[in-house]
């Protein structure tokens, strides 16, 4: 199941040597395990000794010491890190990785294995460097991800021992907790309907653009259980690029569009993006089939981010280009992004379900994110009839 993982993912020992490495990370870093299993990190990838600026190595090394500290999870910004050509002795390649450190603990809660995963975004962030074709570029590289990550869903669609261990794993490597740099106040909330997997359909993301931007996201594949899940990786996975590079949310939506084509169970998907701007207090929004963002003022009036809505992923017979919008916020207003499971019931109409996600919002503002979270769940899912997920930030 480890081997099976989408995306790069390496285990190591407490004193930083390499206890296993899935096929992913082998094919990407250009290393065979040889090469690696057992040799310590800085050894197998040092910094580029040409380059007297390269910081790679102390970074990551930091995060890692925070993790075998902290015992906790440990999400790096962007690195680039000039990896040794392994066909070309002495000639090093340009590479960006995006890391993330995880504890594997033992019953007693020592750290006793650290799980670095690592997001290659070297031709993304290259592509915008070169200020290119983003969206050819884009599209090579989330293709390339789509043949990864297929063949990996495939090697969990053939498990059917331990599936709740490989969807345990899934919801850690693909649904990590919010660590945002900016340090405001924010809440997920995670629930799947098949109460046997912690993972399901729909997904979440927090992405610190800069010092003063944040891409939130959720989003919703069609199906339960562990497949939907796979389909969800890929398409999480590829929004997350795309909203790194593009120019707004709209073209991070137009280039998921495309990509979504390409993934068996990616057609009709539903996804909504909104990039938070507090420099001049903006939200800019787009929505791709998907129930309206809610954006609640200190004041209790609520506001639905509906102006720039487009069809579902993939649903459309001939590309078009998606729209966006825009709306200002004052301080100390709250941001609802979820999925369709909370407010959708059968045999009602979804505007009875929305109008009465309004008024718990609008009345529970003052809360904390957490509480919020909690109280919405509490009043409009007494049970988990469909997957449902909650981003709640505080502006």
């Not at 929305?354 to 409009?380: I, K, M």
């Amino acid at each position: 199941m480890f081997q099976a993982l989408p995306g790069m993912t390496a285990l190591l020992t407490p004193d930083l040597r390499y206890a296993d490495a899935n096929r992913q990370y082998l094919r990407s870093a250009g290393r065979s395990r040889e090469q690696v299993i057992g040799r310590y990190l800085f050894d197998v990838f040092p910094d580029n000794p040409d380059d007297p600026n390269a910081t790679g190595t102390r970074n990551l090394a930091a995060s890692l010491q925070r993790v075998l500290d902290t015992g906790e999870r440990d999400t790096m910004a962007v690195q680039r890190y000039d990896v040794e050509s392994p066909e070309r002795p002495g000639h090093w390649d340009e590479r960006y990785w995006s890391p993330v450190n995880v504890p594997v603990l033992d019953a007693d809660g020592k750290v006793v294995l650290v799980l670095h995963r690592v997001e290659e975004v070297t031709a993304l962030v290259q592509a915008r460097a070169a200020e290119g074709d983003r969206l050819a570029v884009l599209e090579a590289e989330l293709q390339t991800r789509a043949r990864e990550l297929q063949e990996a869903n495939e090697h969990l669609r053939l498990a059917h021992a331990g599936e709740r261990q490989v969807a345990l794993a899934l919801q850690e490597a693909m649904l990590p907790p919010p660590h945002l740099g900016l340090h405001h106040p924010v809440a997920v909330r995670y629930r799947p309907a098949v109460d046997q997997l912690n993972v399901c359909g729909d997904w979440y993301d927090l992405i610190d653009l800069s010092a003063d931007r944040v891409a939130v996201s959720v989003g919703d594949v069609v199906g339960h259980g562990l497949a939907a899940a796979g389909v969800m990786g890929q398409l999480r996975s590829a929004l997350s690029a795309a909203s790194r590079v593009s120019a707004g949310p709209a073209q991070a939506l137009d280039v998921l569009d495309t990509y979504a084509r390409s993934v068996p169970g990616g057609e009709n998907a539903t996804a909504v993006s909104v990039i938070v701007d507090w420099e001049d207090n903006t939200l800019v929004y787009s929505t791709a089939g998907h129930p309206p963002a809610i954006l609640v003022d200190a004041d209790g009036s609520v506001r639905l981010l509906d102006a720039a809505t487009d069809p579902p992923l993939g649903a459309s017979p001939e590309h078009r280009a998606r729209h966006q919008s825009a709306v200002t916020f004052t301080e100390d207003a709250v941001l609802l992004l979820y999925t369709d499971g909370l407010i959708e019931r059968r045999g009602e109409d979804i505007d009875v379900g929305l109008a009465r996600l309004v008024e718990s919002a609008a009345r529970h503002r003052r809360d904390s994110p957490a509480r919020l979270a909690d109280r919405l769940l509490g009043e409009l899912l007494p049970s988990a009839t469909d997957d449902t997920a909650v981003v709640v930030l505080r502006l």
